[in-house]
């Protein structure tokens, strides 16, 4: 008797536990996308219940619980004795699409920082950096290519190359040659590789971009190691659907179309 009270108590509990676990999921049944100006849209995709659930409604529940920050701000740098680079995402911009749906307005981007020591020797300057933007092609062809092979990419410096994060470069081509802000990434011994930037026109580097205030701390180089440009490659080839918005938005077509099915009598065929 004592042992059929315990199992009756158990499986009492379990019931409970079940009933709660099911009421969770439906209030985790709406998914919240975060544009760069803090425009916020929502839409109800349908209920999921199991234990795996889409990584969307997977992310606002670790990020709805209390306490827990609301923005993240990836980012890894590597050191030498002259200078650092840092590399950071600048997450692609949503918009709303249609009466429920959601699409990508602007693609985001690989930064790349290149920060100067400070004159005193101890610390960077990172008030003095120089950021070098990557289109998601370009992010591809630097996987393509190195480390087998050499790579210069330029930029002219009247595009809103530093638009990271919503900011819309300073530098603005006025009049004469056009100053390029160019990077190169060169491949050294024992696997190590040299990224560096400058301003250059027509060939001739060290050059100061027009509406420039002062003297630009360019040219600007590091020598990685090849652990560290194992771990640079790494992070470009996951982050290429992140800053497209691939990820998201297949999360919520692949939603969109297990609704269908469901409704549809869960049968394809």
């Keep these: 008797m004592m042992i059929s009270t315990k199992i009756g108590s158990a499986l009492s509990s379990a019931s409970r536990h079940s009933s709660r676990s099911f009421a969770s999921l439906a209030s985790l049944n709406r998914y919240c996308y975060r544009s760069s100006d803090e425009q916020m849209m929502t839409m109800t995709p349908p209920t999921t219940v199991g234990p795996h659930l889409p990584l969307c409604q997977q992310q606002k529940r670790y990020l709805s619980m209390a306490g827990m920050p609301r923005r993240g701000y990836p980012q890894y740098t590597m050191f030498s004795s002259d200078s650092a680079l ?3 995402a600048a997450m692609p911009v949503f918009k709303k699409a249609g009466m429920d749906g959601v699409a990508v307005e602007r693609r985001g981007k690989m930064m790349l920082e290149f920060v100067p020591r400070n004159a005193s020797g101890s610390g960077f300057a990172w008030n003095d950096k120089t950021i070098f933007s990557l289109t998601v092609e370009e992010v591809g062809l630097l996987l393509s290519q190195l480390p087998g092979n050499a790579v210069e990419l330029s930029h002219p410096t009247f595009s809103s190359d530093d638009g990271a994060f919503g900011q819309e470069s300073q530098v603005t081509q006025v009049s004469g040659d056009i100053v390029e802000k160019v990077l190169t990434v060169d491949p050294g011994d024992g696997a190590t590789m040299t990224f560096k930037v400058d301003y250059v026109t027509n ?25 560290e440009f194992e771990v640079l490659r790494s992070i470009f080839q996951t982050s290429i659907p992140y800053i497209l918005g691939w990820n998201t938005t297949m999360d919520i077509a692949s939603a969109a179309a297990i609704s269908r099915g469901l409704s549809d009598g869960g049968s394809m065929y």
Excluded: N, R, Y
């Design 86 to 88: 840092s590399m950071k």
């Design 203 to 227: 060939g001739v580097g060290g050059q100061t971009p027009p509406g420039f205030d002062g003297i630009p701390s360019t040219p600007l180089e590091i020598t990685i190691q090849a652990g």
